[in-house]
């Protein structure tokens, strides 16, 4: 009978509903996605690099030691330039010119005296350099500013492989070239620093040279500019930089010990794909995306135990 039949499938579909309901419930949960820590608690030793103390400066400020690792390959006379300021101890007692807020720290000669080697005045721009050799991992998310964007040596930066160019790109941290409006008018004697939103506007209308690695908060905690472009109005505004220094130039015990995630590991690979896809308790929604300024670069001191 008609009715009877409907009570049998009733029963039926109850008992597979209860039977699923029990093996849904002997069936372990599902493992939770690795959180950013969780990838960094187990990344190997080999996953990690030391800053290489001689392209790596130490700008003490009354507040306390800038750290910029600078990056040779992607603007290899430039860097050279800067370092070799550096060993003439040419920063010293130079200056914070300029803080604008969300964009840029820029240091220089406020008075214009500071003598230079002729060697040294003129430089051609690195805007965008070779690739050469230099190891690139790229980033699989689309990029607005580039062919493609990824990472060099633990460096954010972009490409265009069909022309076979590479640069350092304008993320927070970044360090770059002041310059006027001759795009050979900066030889590395005004750099800068991003404070603020990465803006990716200048990449390649700048010779980006490096990365603040520790201590960015010195720089853009500092009071703000009021004249035009953030510069300081009057000199008692300025912060007074004390030395720059190479690190391999200062003495062993009074270096500061770091190292930075490598970009071309697995590690690193899962760190980028867990920030694209956040599980983290808190967000509803993963975005399923990252943009290049946004992957971080986590940085540690180097200890004995490792």
């Known amino acids: 009978m008609p009715g009877t039949k409907l009570k049998w499938l009733s029963l039926a579909g109850a008992m597979l509903l209860s039977a699923g309901l029990a093996l849904a419930a002997d069936a372990p949960a599902p493992k939770p996605s690795p959180t950013m820590a969780d990838i960094l608690a187990a990344a190997p030793a080999s996953a990690w690099r030391a800053l290489a103390d001689e392209h790596t400066l130490y700008m003490e400020l009354p507040a306390g030691r800038v750290i910029i ?3 040779p390959s992607l603007a290899p006379h430039t860097v050279a ?10 920063y010293d007692g130079l200056a914070i010119l300029r803080l604008q807020d969300n964009y840029v720290a820029q240091w220089g000669d406020p008075d214009g005296n500071r003598k230079l080697p002729a060697e040294l005045l003129t430089l051609a721009p690195e805007f965008a350099v070779p690739q050469g050799t230099t190891l690139f991992t790229p980033l699989s ?3 607005g500013y580039a062919p493609q964007a990824g990472f060099v040596d633990s460096f954010p930066a ?7 160019l590479a640069w350092l ?15 050979a008018s900066g030889n590395g004697s005004e750099l800068y620093a991003v404070i603020g939103n990465a803006p990716r506007h200048l990449d390649r209308n700048v010779t980006v040279v490096g990365r603040v690695r520790q ?12 004249a035009d472009l953030g510069f300081y109005a009057t000199p008692g505004e300025r912060t007074t930089i004390k030395s720059v220094r190479l690190a391999s130039e200062v003495p062993t015990a009074e270096r500061t010990r770091l190292e930075v995630l490598r970009t071309d590991t697995p590690a690193f690979a899962a760190l980028v794909d867990s920030r694209r896809n956040r599980h983290d308790d808190w967000f509803v929604r993963p975005a399923g995306y990252i943009e290049l300024c946004n992957v971080p670069l986590p940085v540690r001191p180097i ?3 490792h």
């Open 215 to 226: 201590g960015i908060e010195l720089l853009a905690s500092l009071p703000r500019g009021t």
């Open 169 to 183: 790109t304008h993320c927070y941290g970044a360090v770059g070239v002041g310059r006027d409006t001759d795009p």
């Open 158 to 164: 972009a490409r265009d492989p069909d022309a076979g």
């Open 303 to 305: 200890t004995t135990a």
């Open 81 to 90: 330039n800067i370092e070799a300021m550096a060993r003439l101890h040419y």
């Open 69 to 71: 690792e600078l990056e």
């Open 141 to 143: 998310d689309h990029d």
